[in-house]
């Protein structure tokens, strides 16, 4: 239950943090919001006076700034995001439409993920210390130190441009999946390949998992029984702080395959100063990781009630 | 978790991080000592050339010299990396022990800040300080210090808890030592190893989001040379001049391996 609570006053103070920070950005444009907002409407070739003063009244950008501001969060809460500044459409519909395809995309990534990293760190874990176990550190360290987009560079220059087999950019098809969902597993599977190591090799080290191959339990029984339980909750608990990196990863991806998802919108909306937009993906990503996370605990409470307080 | 299950740091690891970073550091502060030149002078009639003594790794598409573009890069990624981790860390290790000492609401306050931060992505708040900071090269500064010191503080309160709860702090208290000394004599040396890993492992994350940014056009300006966009403005070229494309991506993979190398060897 205290979980539960300090999740919530987590995803308070998310809100209040994205609300301060998209009202600040609102109010410090560098240069005339009208006018950036009016060019991001109407192209930068069609601004004139009268657009950017259309824009100024329609969004009372002038005013006294504490009103505003209450007013700002008030709307927050009650979930009233507005409209889109460039496209005109309400928040919460575009959010909508570019949620599921960014969701499709992280699930892909962290589904390849576990079924690449976990398994060869838990091999590498049974033995510590032999070839493989060195060969796997080295090969984890590696990849750790490249970062995602550049992951994706080399994707592209291999898989496209090179090999021609897949295409570098797109949606709609499976196949597009492949690319930028690999560009975010390998990553996370190297991270997540030495959490599994480091679970299996300390639980492997314990007293009871000794006394169960001693008692005449095979070592795939003595693995499936007493290590995997085990070595699941550390590699859940990285799960969730790993969502954010994943996150980030679907911000650089989706904007370098031009994928319709809300990474991509997220870097648009920022760069067309959509405040609003802004402010929506940010709360939808915030609230996404303290709920995620929230999952999270309760299914390790399940999994190890030990640590349940 | 006990040191014998761990596999042994490789007895070439040192040696091998300080290898990468050297070099890498010595191709920054000495590469235009030992060839001179400018990072910003164009030439098209060396569009895409080949290397030449004036210019060792042959030039971009825009003939601009890669040798030089490439000191400018490693210098500026590394620098507003180094500031904001300095900045990020002064302000979580006072903000660590201010919690931990004082305990109570200021506690609870800067905690439940701090892990409201830790839900958002970091990128997305540097992105964000961006739009908002006059001055690229600050905003990153001030958006990645943002992101960084939730880090060193959750480090710093968890030890200073510990220490200062310890027997020994307590003895010394007893003694009649103040808190200065305390901090000095018993906390410090408890939380250097940690701040040195925290700090290597922030350096790269924060090379990584600039460089990040700069690849998806929504960080450093055009005509800066900075990593990431070096790499995006030479991608179309990648059949005609592959290995001007490579430079960067080397020079961005030596720089994360060696901190990575950094921030993994002190963890175990």
Redesign the interface.
């Known amino acids: 239950m205290t979980i539960l609570v ?1 999740r919530l ?2 995803a308070v ?2 809100a ?3 609300g301060a ?2 009202f ?2 609102m109010r ?3 240069g005339d919001a009208a006018w950036r907002i009016a060019a991001g409407r109407y192209g930068y070739d069609n601004v004139n006076v009268a657009a950017a003063e259309a824009v100024r009244a329609e969004l009372g950008l002038d005013g006294p700034w504490l009103g505003a501001f209450l007013q700002w969060m008030g709307d927050l809460f009650r979930l009233d995001f507005g409209v889109s500044l460039v496209s005109g459409q309400p928040v919460i519909a575009e959010i909508g439409h570019q949620l599921g395809a960014s969701l499709w995309l992280a699930l892909a990534a962290v589904g390849l993920s576990l079924v690449i990293g976990p398994p060869l760190g838990i091999l590498a874990g049974l033995r ?2 032999s070839l493989f ?2 060969v796997l ?1 080295v090969v984890s ?2 990849l ?7 992951m994706a ?2 994707l592209i ?1 291999v898989l496209s ?1 090179q090999l021609g087999w897949l295409p570098a950019a797109g949606y709609g098809q499976p196949r597009h999946f492949i690319l930028p969902a690999f560009a975010l597993a390998l990553g996370l599977a190297a991270v997540n390949a030495r959490i599994a190591r ?1 679970a299996m ?2 639980v ?2 314990m007293p009871f998992y000794a006394f169960a191959q001693w008692k005449g339990l095979s070592r795939a029984q003595v693995l499936w029984r007493h290590g995997l339980r085990n070595v699941s909750v550390p590699l859940l608990t990285y799960l969730g702080l790993q969502f ?1 990196l994943l ?2 990863g679907v ?2 991806i989706e ?2 395959v031009g994928w319709p998802g809300i990474g991509h919108a ?2 648009h909306a ?2 067309a ?1 959509d405040v609003p937009m ?1 402010q929506g993906t ?1 709360l939808m ?2 609230l996404g ?2 709920l995620v ?1 929230a999952l999270i605990d309760l299914l390790a409470a399940r999994i190890d009630p030990r640590g349940a307080r | ?2 040191a ?5 740091a ?1 007895p070439t690891g040192r040696i091998l991080v300080a290898a990468i970073l050297g070099l890498v550091a010595a191709f920054a502060l000495l590469g235009p000592v030992l060839v001179p030149g400018d990072p910003f002078a164009q030439s098209l009639m060396k569009s895409l050339a080949g290397p030449e003594p004036a210019a060792p790794f042959g030039y971009d598409h825009l003939g601009r010299s890669l040798w030089h573009r490439l000191v400018h890069a490693l210098r500026l990624s590394p620098l507003i990396a180094l500031a904001a981790v300095a900045t990020a860390a002064a302000a979580g290790l006072v903000l660590g022990v201010v919690a931990a000492l004082r305990g109570g609401w200021v506690e609870r306050l800067l905690v ?2 701090a ?11 540097v ?2 300080v ?3 900071m ?1 001055g690229t090269a600050t905003g990153f500064w001030a958006g990645l210090s943002l992101v960084l010191w939730v880090e060193f503080f959750r480090l710093t309160r968890a030890t200073a808890r510990a220490t200062l709860a310890s027997p020994a702090v307590q003895a010394a208290r007893l003694l009649g030592f103040g808190w200065p000394y305390v901090l000095r004599t018993h906390l410090w040396p408890e939380i250097a190893p940690l701040m040195l890993t925290a700090a290597a492992f922030g350096t ?1 994350t924060a090379i ?1 989001g600039i ?3 700069g ?2 056009s ?1 960080g450093m300006r055009a005509p800066t040379p900075e990593l ?1 966009l070096m ?1 995006v403005e030479l ?1 179309p070229y ?2 005609e001049a592959p290995m001007a ?1 490579l430079t960067p ?1 080397l020079a ?2 030596a720089l ?2 060696g ?3 950094l921030a ?1 060897g002190h963890r175990t």
């Open positions: 300090s006053v987590q103070v998310v209040l943090l994205v920070a998209t600040a950005m410090s444009l560098p510590p210390g176990d060195r550190l360290t590696a750790k130190a490249v970062p995602q987009f550049l560079l080399i220059l441009v480091d090799a300390s492997g080290a954010v996150v980030e911000v650089v904007s370098i997220l870097v920022v760069f100063r802004v940010a990503l915030g990781f303290v996370n | 978790m006990t014998a299950v761990l596999p042994r490789l439940i800040l892990d409201a931060l830790l839900a958002l992505p970091g990128l997305l708040m992105l964000i961006l739009a908002i006059p790269a990584m460089a990040a940014l690849f998806v929504v990431g790499m991608l990648w059949r494309l991506v961005t993979f994360l391996l901190l990575t190398l993994g």
